[in-house]
Nanobody, 115 residues
Framework: QVQLVESGGGLVQAGGSLRLSCAFS????????MGWYRQAPGKQRDLVAS???????NYADSVKGRFTISRDNAKVTVYLQMNSLKPEDTAVYYC?????????WGKGTLVTVSS
């Protein structure tokens, strides 16, 4: 059974930085594609960034150059470094792990960016 637990959210001023972490419990973490999604109030959940098992990354246009996704297979953790935060980045951020057409989600961590 895979479980994902996000941490690192909070309140930050515009222009600031946060690093989110997603701790994975279960087996075969290194074989999972991992992603960060976010959902603002009244909006759909959208992809922010993803990283494959091989380390290839993909970003939403709105965060390119500001956010960086990374993974540490030894620590079974995926990170999202968020810099130059904007009020429009305010959302609940979710971690997702995918393997063999099965997705697992964490419960999310709230990021609030004040102007």
């Amino acid at each position: 059974q895979v479980q994902l637990v996000e941490s690192g959210g909070g309140l930050v001023q515009a222009g600031g930085s946060l690093r989110l972490s997603c701790a994975f419990s279960g087996s075969f973490f290194s074989m999972y594609a991992m992603g960060w999604y976010r959902q603002a109030p009244g909006k759909q959940r959208d992809l922010v960034a993803s990283i494959t098992a091989g380390g290839s990354t993909n970003y939403a246009d709105s965060v390119k150059g500001r956010f960086t996704i990374s993974r540490d297979n030894a620590k079974v953790t995926v990170y999202l470094q968020m810099n130059s935060l904007k009020p429009e980045d305010t959302a609940v951020y979710y971690c997702k792990g995918s393997r063999l057409n099965v997705d697992y989600w964490g419960k999310g961590t709230l990021v609030t960016v004040s102007s």
